[in-house]
């Protein structure tokens, strides 16, 4: 992994790029979709090892909350954020996302929603919606599974599932189309693939 232990696809601009750099690319993407100024207050939905709280925080001064169920990932995080200064701006949390409550002006999720499993991918969205502002904007980043293969691929357990992640669940477009239209009123505004990215992640790691 790059050294802020991203655990997650970067984005690569330029064929000579390092991962250190790609993954700032990719932090830097996000932070710019998001709209980050010093007002904002950020929900990290599986904040993982702290990265993204703490760049957002270092780069725009905005505030920001981590969640994670992992008590490694928590000492970790909050020992880099000690760290880096930001203390001040920063706060991570061991707590589950379904329990935890507030209001962000916006909320990223990075590769968390593998986690959560089909039958709950409407509670997920819903969720992450009772947690934003009426203006606010969320960003998801997920790794997903084509449409067509999707029925066929929760009858069954891949390689992903059996040695990787075990218990994940790679969702559809589609199905989180249906999970979000069906549970909030939120509006999708942008989609990005960035699946060719993930390939040169994995070959870097």
Known sequence: LDPAMNYSSAVF????E?????????????????????EAHVLDVGC????FAIHAAREYGCRGTGITIS??????????VAK????????????DYRNHQGAYDRVVSIEMI???????????????????RPDGVALIQAITMPDQRYEQYLK???FIQRYIFPGSCVPSLGAMSRA???????????LEDIGPHYARTLRLW
């Open 13 to 16: 601009y330029h064929a000579g």
């Open 18 to 38: 390092s991962l250190e750099q790609a993954a700032r690319n990719k932090l830097e993407r996000i932070c710019a979709k998001l709209s980050l100024s010093e």
């Open 48 to 51: 993982g090892w702290g990265g």
């Open 71 to 80: 008590k490694e990932q928590y000492d970790f995080a909050r020992t880099a």
């Open 84 to 95: 880096a200064g930001l203390s001040d701006k920063v706060e991570i949390l061991l707590s």
């Open 114 to 132: 593998e986690a959560v499993g089909n039958e709950f991918l409407g509670n997920y969205f819903a969720t992450i919606m009772s947690l934003l």
């Open 156 to 158: 069954g357990c891949d």
């Open 180 to 190: 979000y239209s069906s549970r909030t009123d939120c509006k999708l505004v942008h």
